[in-house]
């Protein structure tokens, strides 16, 4: 596709329960990464992937969060056990290579209750 | 690892005025300066970015400038207009290390231009 989609849009999930967020990457992007929102805050950084080497995993909050990425294509992120602190809008952005700028999509809205 | 501190965290101008957004940041070795524009409910959009060989860089009605000594850069957006209003971040990376390519934000900016 033209842009980097997310997937759901948004997800309201009981606590306790584990969600899965997904991301496209543009096609050819190298590069995919994840980021957290908070309401009214910045965007701070959980995990990153550059072509097959190993992940940065250094901005992960908790042994909670997880992330996959498939080769040079469809990322998930997975919460579980999920805590009403991990509500927030997680985007993902990916780019053709590093220190390139990143196109982001429009980010999955978690809610949890 | 890399810091980035954005000022002001608002910012309301009158339609025509000129706005300007600064941010620091911390490890000399960053090389890269993306600045972001995110309008409610979307995720950001890549607006301008800066390397650090040039110290000014225009687009329009937008311009970066940098100062490397200083380790800060500043947005400057001219003849602003009501559709600029967004929440505004800069970012900064390194040129290597483990951290290269991965981008520091800043807290943002709300710019509000009223009509």
């Known amino acids: 596709g033209a842009g980097v989609s997310q997937s759901p849009s948004n997800k309201v999930t009981e606590k306790g329960k584990d969600v899965e967020l997904r991301c496209d990457p543009i096609?050819?992007?190298?590069?995919l990464y994840w980021y957290r929102q908070r309401l009214g805050q910045g965007l701070e950084f959980l995990i990153y992937?550059?072509?097959?080497?190993?992940?940065?995993k250094s901005g992960l909050p908790s042994d909670r969060f997880s992330a996959e990425r498939t080769g040079e294509s469809v990322s998930t992120l997975t919460i579980q056990r999920t805590q009403q602190e991990d509500s927030a809008v997680y985007l993902c952005?990916?780019?053709?290579?590093?220190?390139?700028?990143?196109?982001f999509g429009s980010g999955t809205r978690l809610t949890v209750v | 690892g890399e810091n980035v501190e954005q000022h002001p965290s608002t910012l309301s101008v009158q339609e025509g005025d000129s706005a300007v957004i600064k941010c620091t940041y911390s490890?000399?070795?960053?090389?890269?300066f993306p600045w972001y524009k995110q309008e409610l409910g979307k995720g950001p959009q890549l607006i301008i970015d800066?390397?650090?060989?040039?110290g000014e860089k225009k687009d329009q009605r937008i311009a970066v400038t940098l100062n490397k000594t200083a380790k800060h850069f500043s947005l400057h957006i001219t003849e602003t207009q009501p559709e600029d209003s967004a929440v505004y971040f800069c970012?900064?990376?390194?040129?290597?290390?483990?951290?290269?390519?991965?981008?520091?934000f800043g807290q943002g900016t709300i710019l509000t231009v009223h009509p």
């Open positions: 952005a990916s780019s053709y290579g590093q220190g390139a700028g990143y196109t």
């Open positions: 096609s050819g992007h190298t590069a």
């Open positions: 970012a900064a990376t390194p040129r290597g290390g483990t951290s290269y390519g991965k981008l520091t």
């Open positions: 992937f550059q072509g097959n080497s190993a992940p940065d």
């Open positions: 800066i390397r650090s060989n040039v």
């Open positions: 490890d000399s070795a960053s090389n890269y």
